[in-house]
């Protein structure tokens, strides 16, 4: 479960940088369709689809969450030192992520507030998974000797 609890650390900070490439490929396409004359309304965007931003819509309402409640829920088994602990704050970032964002969208400034807590994100899920990877790479705590 250690090994778990380390890959599952490593796919959320992952996940954090696809966020971003994710959300840079959204704007940039946008900029990009505005060059060649596009006009963005409501309803353009409502009809048609933008590959970086419908991606990081899915990475951040869905993939993220699962794998930080996953993470939580494997912390507990993993017999990782502080697991639960690092685990539970990550998982928490990532309800905070959630909710700046939909803050963001009757709050624009706000947005700022999530840029920067993706790198909470990012940071708290690699600690985690480094935690759980100096764990493995010393091996298994030897046996107490019998006197």
């Known amino acids: 479960m250690r ?14 940088l696809l966020q971003a490439m ?16 596009t006009s963005f309304d409501k309803d353009y965007v409502e009809n ?29 088994f993993s017999k990782v030192p502080g697991g639960p602990k690092w685990a539970g704050f990550t998982f928490l970032a990532i309800v905070v992520q959630v909710v ?4 963001a969208f009757g709050v ?15 940071g708290l899920a690699a600690y985690s998974a480094r935690r759980a990877q100096s764990l493995e790479t010393a091996g298994a705590a030897p046996a107490p000797v019998a006197a």
Do not use: C, E, Q
Request: charged residues 5%; proline residues 3%.
């Open 3 to 16: 090994a778990v609890y380390m890959w599952l650390g490593r796919l959320i900070a992952l996940g954090v």
């Open 22 to 37: 994710w959300i840079a490929l959204g704007f940039f396409t946008v900029a990009h369709k505005i060059d060649d004359g």
């Open 48 to 76: 048609n689809s933008i590959l970086g931003l419908d991606m990081h819509g899915l990475f951040g309402m869905l993939i993220i969450p699962v794998l930080g409640l996953l993470f939580l829920i494997v912390s507990f």
């Open 100 to 103: 700046l964002a939909f803050v």
């Open 108 to 122: 624009p400034a706000v947005g700022a507030l999530h840029g920067l807590n993706a790198f909470v994100v990012l």
